[in-house]
């Protein structure tokens, strides 16, 4: 372990001791763990308020104006002011409905590039990546399986992809008793892509509590390491 | 009045989004420009919402801490860290050591501490999973977790051998293959579904931006 | 000149007008000592100068007024004239108000001004005590005062009792005072049967009191000043023979009129005048003007009332009967026909009370028409008027007043119960109805109902938790103080991981890398741990790196990392890497930056020094960048499907030939690896969990920490997995042993 110098080491046990008060939530909500959390709230929301400010809204509205003066005070500056101070005005009820506008220009622009990249960038690539030829020639890229290995696994992510999207088509028809109920075709389908949904979230179970498990143990290398350093000397 | 301005808003979502939208399908200057443009305001009006938002946050613990409400020492504490933080780093800039020093040594080991814990909440739950439920779906899920933590983890005997060999293929044949195929079904229809959220909006069937 | 509207009626009159030409309200104030204006006989000048009435013509307004006066007028002409005088002090225009006055009367005298004796402001007490003084010491004033009204007393005694169906304003007087004998007859006789009887109670509108209302005992110093209301007498004969006040002229018979309360009026105070004029003498008139100091019209209009009552009908008309008639809110007394029944009241008027005891020096009080004592401004209604007793004012029994003294009784003329005469709406309710509405009674009950709070039980204490919890924590802790367990490194080389390396191997020196850190610190355990030896692999080969991030907590994780790791390659801010900063927006960031770097990124975060965040495109490290596929690689480190996907969507057709690698936490891999396994991969490499950074780093020769962690992480995960079987074996075993066998 590194010599730590003054501040480094104050801090590092502040870190340790906020590290402990909020790993005591194993044990049961605290005080500890609460102040520990809003503490950190706390920083993060006033961190993340500095550098908006700092390095997005200081640069794009002010600094043309202080470096450059008049020559910088574009339509587009003047605009990008305008719809700033608009938003602004949703912070108070009675003024609300003034920011009406850049809200609704956001939304257009989020809604158009959610659906320009759902389309360009998900839908039909992934759509083509699903129509992998069965030939059993072919040699896949990536892993270079060939014959029925290859055959075998496309087929069962061709299966597992049209009957995980089966499995969320909930259009029924109203039977005699009045129940609404889908055909025997589509249910038979989407019970196989719900075992295939159980497999999938089986394997993202895993890999979170994978992660998780070298979180925890970097925190508590951290823990041993610092104390062990204290008490090295 | 009241319905000629949310038009003027809907004209306004309508108008923007099939600019944005052109400009995935096509490759035109003028449109392209104003694309530019207009998605930079949404990128500067973004930070401002940030802010927006912060000064939201700020107002309800004021707001607690004024009315003492139930757990106002809280309220307290993290309006006293959000303000300290927040005049440091617009006086000093975000970069400023004592702001990184804060960002090191609160909000990363306590943030990590926060995922930290779920490994513990995670194994708990798995433990009751396998422990309760005996249906299919869920001896599928346990299963199929069971030989991926396997095939993830190191042994601590026979790392080499055929056995962890074995289940690290087999692992790899349940992540690659069988979990690719649902987790492309689940992208298509994440896919779609974002695909008709947005055509709601950009036609104004939705408006989540008020009237 | 502009119209003035009458105070009364609201009706538009001439400005010249001084009565109202409707209703016969005087629109100019009468000055003492003028004669009524063009007025009849009695009714304070309702009539505008040189404006003759004619007998029965009417003005409109008040008809009920009217049609009492035709009748009146032919029978009154006599008492018109004996009221008027012929002629008026003033010429044409009778004096009705200086006839009021006996001729040769003073001036009112009153105290002077400013002066108000003690009996006076002290209320009862006072009166009482003024009583009890001793009449050395009564001012001068009120000495003549009682003179004159011993004189007119005389004067009045002396005259024709007046008929008992005209002499109703009498018996008014005479109903405030207190019934000195008991056995005197009822006031109200029921009247003969061929009378028109009185409206019902029930049909009353006003709610009046029933008891007869005591005459207030006026100073006459109240009205010394008070020219613009001057009080007439209209004719009001007091009953000196009835020992019970005389009842109203508009109640029923067979009603006890009892001494009203609230007003102020006392029985006894028609006993008090009676007493101050001496027996067999008239009440004193309203206002408390004696004989000697009341106007002469005044005087006359009672003498006339005397000869003849006046007839005044009811405010509501009989059943069967006309409705009254007349212009002028005036009471023309002399010419009033009494209704029979009314003449029955008045014929069981009571007599002339005596005298009570110590009210002998007791002006004479007066009653007003109720239009005059609205019209009467607040400060002339002093407290000099006689308030009955409390302990003989009755105590209210009902409605919201209930258990006050003074007020005006609700019952039983407003809250007497009576039948509605309309037949009552029956609500029809079906069967389906009543149970909707009873249900709906039910459900507003339950949601009064107060809950009863849960049962609090016992609580379980978390002990899998707690267990879980210990074993992990010992189990990751143990690697670092005994050294062990060891986890050997995984021989099995991750399938992806070749490619990778060798992408990387391939990069062009000449151009950068961009590295977008998308992840929150909660993730920067692992994912330095498995960025790491890609970073030391591109700093290896020696690689000029730029980051970006759309987190704002982004550019200090990516600060931190490239320290940590570029401290052994003496990487340098600002000649080897450079941050480009934050930028907002999520998927707007990542098309705004793939479509323009230069317009998305407007302020970098550690800018070395000479560089700002308009020159930053001109820094060693990103000199020649335009567009995204000038970078020599994007690396995308993310923790979260969303911005992974983000990145794949918005940045991938802008990338042309720019390979885009994935960083990924163990958890996201399955959701982007479809991304990767195509045919046409959006994403051309993926590293993800510590098992391939592991698997990197030994390929790299350099252990980091991944290294560092595996051990512990091997620990946990050991845990954990033993935590999955012993779930299983547990449930296995209850599943087994529960009740109604396995």
């Known amino acids: ?233 | 009045m009241r319905l000629r301005l949310s038009l003027v808003w809907v004209a306004v979502v309508i108008g923007v989004g099939l600019i944005v939208l052109l400009g995935f399908f096509v490759d035109q200057p003028v449109i392209l420009g104003i694309r530019r443009i207009l998605i930079s305001w949404a990128v500067l009006l973004s930070a401002a919402a940030l802010v927006l938002g912060l000064y939201n946050l700020l107002s309800v613990h004021w707001h607690k801490v004024s009315l003492q409400e139930r757990g106002w020492p809280y309220s307290a504490l993290l309006v006293l860290c959000f303000l300290v933080t927040l005049t440091l780093g617009v006086l000093f800039g975000p970069d400023y050591p004592v702001i990184l020093m804060l960002f090191r040594y609160i909000q990363v080991p306590v943030e990590a501490s926060l995922m930290a814990l779920l490994a513990i909440s995670l194994t708990v739950a798995g433990f009751r999973l396998v422990a309760r439920r005996r249906d299919l779906l869920s001896l599928i899920f346990a299963i199929v977790a069971f030989v991926v933590l396997l095939g993830t983890g190191p042994w601590l005997v026979g790392g080499g051998g055929g056995a962890y060999e074995l289940v690290r293929d087999l692992r790899n044949w349940f992540a690659q293959v069988w979990a690719a195929g649902g987790a492309r079904g689940v992208l298509l229809g994440v896919a779609l579904g974002a695909t008709l959220t947005g055509l709601r909006v950009l036609l104004g069937s939705d408006r989540p931006y008020g009237d | 000149m502009p119209d003035v509207r009458c105070p009364m009626c609201s009706k538009p009159n001439p400005s010249d007008a001084a009565t109202c030409k409707s209703c016969g309200a005087r629109l100019k104030p009468l000055v003492p000592g003028e004669s009524p204006i063009g007025g009849a006989p009695g009714r304070g000048g309702a009539f505008p100068p040189g404006e003759e009435r004619e007998p029965g013509q009417g003005e409109g307004g008040a008809d009920w007024l009217e049609r009492i006066r035709p009748a009146a007028d032919e029978g009154g002409e006599a008492e018109h004239e004996a009221l008027t005088g012929g002629a008026d002090q003033s010429g044409d225009q009778p004096d009705w108000l200086g006839r009021l006055r006996p001729a040769g009367a003073e001036e009112e005298e009153g105290p002077p001004e400013g002066e108000v004796p003690d009996w006076l402001s002290s209320g009862e007490e006072g009166r009482a005590q003024a009583e009890a003084e001793p009449a050395g010491e009564v001012p001068d004033w009120l000495a003549r005062i009682r003179e004159r009204q011993e004189a007119e007393a005389r004067v009045q005694a002396s005259e024709p009792e007046p008929a008992p169906e005209e002499d109703w304003l009498g018996r008014l007087r005479a109903e405030e005072l207190p019934p000195a004998k008991p056995e005197q007859p009822p006031a109200i006789a029921v009247p003969p049967p061929a009378q028109p009887e009185p409206p019902p109670v029930e049909s009353i509108p006003l709610a009046m009191p029933r008891e007869p209302v005591s005459r207030p005992v006026f100073r006459e110093e109240v009205f010394k000043e008070d020219r613009l209301f001057p009080a007439p007498d209209i004719g009001l004969e007091p009953e000196e023979e009835s020992t019970e006040s005389p009842p109203l002229p508009w109640h029923p018979p067979g009603d006890r009129l009892t001494p009203s309360r609230g007003f102020g009026r006392k029985p006894s105070a028609g006993a008090e005048m009676a007493g101050d004029q001496g027996q067999g003498e008239k009440p004193a008139r309203r206002g408390g003007l004696d004989s000697a100091t009341e106007p002469a019209w005044l005087a006359e209009a009672r003498e006339q009332a005397d000869d003849e009552l006046p007839h005044v009908p009811a405010l509501v008309g009989d059943e069967g009967s006309a409705p009254p008639s007349g212009s002028s809110a005036d009471v023309e007394l002399a010419p009033i026909d009494l209704p029979d029944w009314l003449s029955e009241l008045k014929g069981a008027a009571p007599h002339a009370r005596p005298e009570p005891e110590g009210l002998e020096d007791r002006l004479a009080p007066a009653t007003l028409p109720s239009w005059l004592e609205a019209m009467r401004p607040m400060e002339t209604f002093r407290p000099v008027v006689e308030i009955q007793p409390e302990e003989e004012q009755q105590v209210e029994a009902a409605g919201p007043l209930a258990g006050l003294r003074g007020v005006l009784l609700a019952e039983p003329v407003v809250a007497m119960p009576h039948q509605s005469t309309a037949a009552a709406a029956r609500l029809d309710v079906t069967e389906r109805q009543f149970a909707l509405g009873d249900l709906l009674r039910r459900l507003v009950e339950e949601e009064e109902r107060e809950s009863p709070a849960a049962a609090r039980g016992k609580r379980r204490l978390p002990l899998v938790r707690w267990a879980v919890a210990v074993f992990l924590i010992l189990a990751v802790i143990l690697p670092s103080f005994i050294g062990g367990p060891s986890f050997p490194v995984p021989a099995l080389v991750p399938p992806g991981l070749p490619s990778l390396i060798n992408l990387v191997n391939e990069l062009p020196t000449e151009k950068p890398v961009l590295l977008v850190f998308d992840y929150e610190p909660a993730y920067s355990g692992e994912l330095e741990a498995v960025a790491g030896p890609l970073l030391e692999h591109l700093m290896l080969r020696g690689l000029r790196l730029a980051t970006v991030s759309t987190r704002p907590s982004g550019p200090p994780l990516a600060e931190r990392l490239i320290q940590q790791i570029g401290e052994m390659h003496q990487y340098t801010n600002g000649e080897d890497y450079l941050h480009l900063g934050y930028l907002p927006g999520g998927p707007a960031a990542a098309q705004l930056f793939a479509q323009d770097p230069h317009l998305a990124v407007a302020g970098g975060f550690l800018l070395p020094e000479g560089t700002t965040g308009a020159t930053i495109w001109q820094s060693p490290v990103v000199r020649g960048v335009e567009r995204l596929s000038d970078f020599g690689a994007v690396v995308v480190i993310a923790a979260g499907t969303e911005i992974a996907r983000t990145w794949v969507e918005q940045a991938s057709p802008m990338l042309g030939e720019t390979p885009l690698v994935m960083v990924l936490s163990a958890g996201v891999e399955p959701l982007v690896r479809p991304y990767y396994e195509a045919l046409d991969p959006q994403v051309d490499a993926i590293l993800a969990g510590l098992p391939a950074a592991v698997a990197y780093e030994q390929a790299n020769g350099q252990p980091g920490q991944a290294r560092t962690l595996w051990d512990a992480f091997g620990s946990g995960m050991l845990v954990a997995e033993l935590s999955l079987v012993l779930g299983a074996i547990y449930g296995l075993i209850s599943w087994l042993l529960r009740p109604g066998g396995g």
Request: proline share 4%.
């Open chain 1, 1 to 233: 372990m590194a010599d730590l110098t003054g501040l480094d080491l104050a801090g590092s046990m502040i870190a340790a001791l906020l590290t402990i008060m909020v790993l005591s939530y194993a044990l049961g909500d605290n005080p500890l763990f609460r102040a520990a959390v809003h503490v950190f709230v706390g920083v993060a929301a006033g961190y993340a308020g500095a550098i908006a400010l700092r390095t997005v809204l200081w640069p794009r509205l002010v600094d043309p104006l202080l470096g450059e003066g008049g020559p910088a005070i574009s339509s587009v500056l003047v605009v990008s002011w305008v719809l700033v101070l608009l938003l602004a005005l949703k912070a108070w009820p009675s003024t609300s409905a003034w920011g009406s506008l850049p809200v609704a220009l956001l939304v257009g622009v989020g809604a158009a590039l959610v659906v320009g990249g759902a389309v360009t960038g998900t839908l039909i690539p992934q759509s083509l990546a699903a129509m992998d030829t069965l030939n059993p020639g072919a040699v896949a890229p990536l892993t270079g399986e060939t014959g029925l290995e290859r055959v075998a696994n496309v087929l069962i992510l061709l299966i597992g992809t049209v009957t995980t999207l089966a499995y969320f088509q909930f259009t029924a028809r109203r039977g005699p008793s009045g129940e609404a109920t889908r055909s025997r075709l589509t249910t038979w389908v989407a019970d196989v892509g719900r075992g295939f949904i159980a497999l999938t979230f089986g394997v993202m179970y895993a890999g979170a509590l994978a992660a998780a498990m070298a979180v925890l143990a970097e925190r508590i290398q951290f823990l041993v390491g610092l104390f062990s350093s204290l008490l090295g000397g």
